[in-house]
């Protein structure tokens, strides 16, 4: 055991996310410019109350509204009643009002939680309806305002922390999204920032129960890679600092990708004094049991309820969760599933043929008969042969490795498995010539 | 027709539906008028010439598409909004013309007048007095004829307190019930938009125009008024006036004290029943406003940042600067509950007073402010004594019911007015006790010498 990982053992992280993701709503929050602003002419889709003009007012987006308790919903969260928009107070360019109409006290969804792959629970502590922010854009010494974001509608979910590596956070962030984009409140695209992350993320000696007061909240992280790599090296910063004897602040740091580390971007006394309050100018939301027992009612599908309906069809859990990545995915698939009982093509030869080529823009019908060819005759199609040469490797690691080591004739036995998975229906040669493109260049 | 210009809106809309003089007469009437008056009233921050509809002025914190709007501040003093407010909306779809935008303190802050940064408008009974304020050249055009009516706006008493000093009618509506879209917040949950006019039905014909539900305004979700002159004209008898013993104590001058209960003695006349209430939390009520107040402004004010409007934040005058820095301390953390959770719940408790009093009352009768009209410059350097001119009149703002200042005498040539409060949304009552007091009195009939 290397000695970097004995102190690693002395201490646990304790991981806390906050994810902003902005929804799909025709309108803004506010009022009714387009919300459609990714790409378009800067300061194109603004009025008075987006821009923050004297005199005017915010005015509700109920659809936004239903979409934020869809998002509760989904993550098991307790519907407020009663719930309010508060101001938070503080300055900056990208911010007309020079406050955001936010949720503070009063959140919409409150009390929650998603379980992880590995078992981990993690609590929701809230998810609650704000406002985007305009965009700034420096050029040389000019800093430009695009106001076409601002007054989107943008819901904010925060965990507990009870995250405690940075693949637990990678799975819940990529759960999210995957929530998001069934139940079709937002695109949820890491890269045009539908969906931003930020953790907060300390290290206690193992078997300390309360926090640490040196929270580091990570920002400004636009890619789930990112994210884990940034979250690494603060673990690994934190702990070699505590093990120095050294003292560790409550600052935001950003990700430097270049110098792959983490950076201060403001310490604990900069920290804002956001002056929250009631926001006057919008009325107390009520939620009555009705209107929330209707919206969850009308709730897609969610992806581990596609899953367990794949799994119920005999498909290994691995392939059913492949298979249910994606709402069109899964439906192209099902859709599959009801042509092929016509022509005998079960849905695991289904489910096989789609786990390879991943992308639901296929024809179904020309699935169905590319499985038909391969169950009746032989195959010579390239690309056909190709997915099941890969199937083979990927089944057969050590006759890869041997074969990369350089004892070649292993060939014949790769050629064979083909053959035995395929009932003989393959061309062995094209299948021979197509391993060994695929071996040599792997 | 030389007095075309002291006829009132209702006359106004009559004398040219007989067609007894054009538009085009009756807006150079006005504008003649304006052009000599103004220099020494100083009423007007942007005059518009037209040739068409009723003229009315309008508070120059209400946006007007296309016509400058600063709000009585520096920091706008370039601002052309690029859209109206929805009372200005309403109003032309009425075919008024808008004469021009009045002068008024700072982002609606002060009861004087003397807060504005393009210098104070004059008391039109005595020129070196105040005119009150906030909405004090709404107030100034009405008193002397130099528009048929007016908008002025009401956060802590800024129409009915102007409109009392220079002897015009000032209703602040009930909160909510007009829509404060196009309004430039001073403290949101306290502005209310209203008129000011030559007469009580005026205020009751405006009031109708103005006020319904707007889709731009998400506290604005109520019926509007509807004008019905011969149920206003009811009279009064049998009506259930209030006079709450806490508005005639320390502070309220002797001789504007005499004027108010001569007032009431005629309402008796009139056969209104007079009742003694109680409005216990009163006494909290100005502490209470003046940490809400300054909190929502400091927040309100936040977006004159220096970013947009070409005016830095140095160009804020010394009373709007106070409030900033008193609000932003009663907002920061650790000082939220002791201040403004606390202010807020002495809000509710003022609240409930009213709706107590109101179960045995129909109206609630007073003073508007504890004096008339004071000399220029008397009182700026004393921020406390100001705020406590507006002692009886915050209440309503807080508790959000409607307040009409009716005129009802004068004490050394200097006009007071009578505060009538009612019911929430009972606009209809407190204009009903207005026109009996307005029809029984000749009040209304004297006019400035100017």
New interface residues.
């Given amino acids: 055991m290397e000695k970097g990982e004995t102190k690693a053992l002395k201490y646990e992280p304790v991981i806390g996310l906050e994810v902003h993701v902005e929804l799909n709503t025709k309108s803004k929050m506010f009022c009714r410019c387009s919300a459609d602003y990714f790409g378009k002419q800067p300061n194109t889709h603004t009025c008075?109350v987006c821009l923050?003009?004297?005199?005017?007012?915010?005015?509700?987006n109920e659809q936004a509204i239903d979409d934020c308790i869809k998002i509760g919903l989904a993550l098991n969260c307790q519907i407020s009643e009663k719930s309010l928009f508060e101001?938070k107070?503080y300055?900056y360019?990208d911010l007309?009002?020079?406050?955001q109409i936010s949720q503070y006290r009063w959140p919409l969804c409150v009390i929650g939680h998603l379980t992880l792959e590995d078992g981990q629970v993690i609590r929701i502590n809230r998810a609650h309806m704000e406002e985007d922010t305009g965009k700034l854009t420096h050029q040389g010494s000019e800093t430009l305002?695009d106001f076409n974001r601002s007054g989107v509608p943008l819901v904010e979910i925060v965990t507990e922390p009870d995250f405690t590596n940075s693949s637990q956070v990678k799975d819940y962030a990529k759960k999210l999204q995957q929530i998001f984009r069934y139940l079709g409140v937002s695109n949820a695209d890491m890269e045009r920032g539908d969906m931003r992350l930020e953790a907060n993320i300390s290290v206690r000696p193992k078997g300390q129960v309360e926090l640490p007061n040196h929270r580091v909240e990570l920002k400004n992280i636009n890619s789930f890679r990112f994210m884990v790599a940034a979250i690494e090296y603060e673990i690994k910063r934190q702990i070699e600092a505590l093990e120095k004897g050294e003292k560790l602040f409550q600052e935001t740091r950003g990700w430097n990708e270049d110098k792959k580390c983490t950076y201060v971007q403001r310490s604990k006394e900069d920290a804002h004094?956001y002056?929250?309050?009631p926001e006057?100018?919008?009325?107390e939301l009520f939620q009555g049991t009705k209107k929330v027992q209707q919206l969850k009612d009308s709730l897609p599908e969610l992806p581990w309820d596609m899953v367990e309906r794949f799994e119920k069809l005999g498909l290994k859990k691995s392939d059913a969760q492949i298979l249910a990545e994606s709402k069109e995915l899964g439906q192209f698939f099902e859709a599959a599933v009801e042509y092929g009982k016509e022509y005998d093509v079960t849905s695991l030869q289904i489910a096989n043929y789609l786990i390879n080529r991943r992308e639901s823009s296929m024809d179904i019908a020309e699935v169905i008969n590319n499985i038909m060819s391969r169950i009746k005759g032989v195959v010579t199609d390239a690309d056909v042969l190709e997915i099941w040469a890969k199937e083979v490797l990927t089944e057969n690691p050590k006759f890869v490795e041997t074969y990369k080591k350089g004892k070649t004739t292993v060939i014949m036995a790769l050629i064979g498995a083909v053959m035995k998975k395929t009932a003989g229906k393959a061309d062995a040669q094209k299948a021979k010539e197509i391993l060994e493109k695929l071996l040599n260049y792997a | 027709m030389s007095d075309l210009t002291s006829l009132t809106l209702v006359q106004t809309i009559k004398a040219l539906q007989d067609k007894q003089f054009s538009e085009e007469e009756l807006n150079k009437a006005y504008l003649d008028r304006i052009n000599s008056l103004d220099p020494k009233l100083n009423i007007f921050l942007e005059k518009k010439k037209n040739t068409r509809g009723i003229p009315a002025a309008i508070k120059d914190v209400?946006?007007t598409k296309n016509i400058k709007?600063t709000?009585g501040s520096k920091i706008?003093s370039n601002?052309i909004?690029?859209?109206n407010?929805t009372v200005v909306e309403k109003l032309l779809e009425q075919d008024i013309s808008i004469l021009g935008k009045t002068n008024c303190d700072e982002f609606a802050m002060g009861s004087s007048g003397e807060n504005s940064a393009f210098g104070p408008t004059k008391n039109p009974w005595d020129l070196t007095k105040v005119p009150g304020g906030t909405s004090s050249g709404s107030a100034v055009a009405v008193a002397s004829d130099s528009c048929v009516f007016a908008l002025g706006s009401d956060t802590g008493g800024s129409i009915r307190q102007p409109a009392s000093l220079c002897g015009v009618v000032g209703l602040k509506p009930s909160y909510s019930r007009v829509s404060?879209?196009?309004?430039?917040?001073a403290?949101?949950?306290f502005d209310t938009i209203g008129p000011i006019t030559k007469s009580v039905d005026d205020a009751a014909l405006v009031l109708d125009w103005i006020s319904g539900s707007d889709?731009?305004?998400?506290?604005c979700k109520n019926e509007k008024f509807t004008f019905r002159p011969r149920g206003l004209e009811a009279g009064i008898k049998g009506l259930k006036v209030g006079i709450p013993k806490e508005y005639f104590g320390e502070g309220l001058e002797a001789s504007v004290k005499k004027v108010i209960e001569d007032a009431i003695k005629k309402l008796e006349q009139l056969g209104a029943e007079i009742v003694e209430v109680s409005l216990p939390h009163s006494q909290y009520a100005l502490a209470a406003y003046y940490i809400l107040n300054p909190?929502?402004i400091?927040?309100n004010?936040?977006?004159?940042?220096g970013?947009?409007f070409g005016s830095d934040r140095q160009d804020f005058g010394e009373e709007v600067k106070r409030r900033i820095m008193l609000g932003?301390f009663a907002?920061?953390?650790g000082y939220?509950d002791d201040y403004?959770a606390k202010a807020a719940k002495v809000r509710t408790l003022v609240k409930q007073d009213f709706e107590k009093a109101f179960t045995s009352v129909d109206v609630i009768v007073g003073p508007v402010s504890p004096t008339t009209a004071w000399n220029l410059g008397e009182k700026i350097d004393d921020p406390l004594t100001m705020y406590l001119q507006d002692i009886y009149t915050i209440s309503a703002n807080l508790a959000g019911i409607p307040g009409l200042s009716v005129p009802c005498g004068f004490v050394d040539s200097l006009p007071v007015g009578l505060q009538i409060l009612g019911k929430q949304f009972d606009e209809e009552t407190i204009l009903k006790v207005g026109i009996a007091f307005e029809q029984a009195t000749d009040w209304k009939k004297e006019k400035p010498k100017l």
């Fill in positions: 008075p923050g003009l004297p005199g005017a007012l915010p005015y509700i101001r107070n300055f360019p007309p009002k020079g406050y305002i004094d002056r929250y309050f006057p100018d919008l009325p | 209400i946006v709007t709000a706008l601002f909004p690029p859209y407010a404060r879209y196009g309004l430039i917040a403290v949101s949950s889709n731009f305004d998400s506290n909190s929502e400091s927040s004010m936040g977006r004159y940042d970013i947009r932003t907002l920061s953390s939220y403004f």
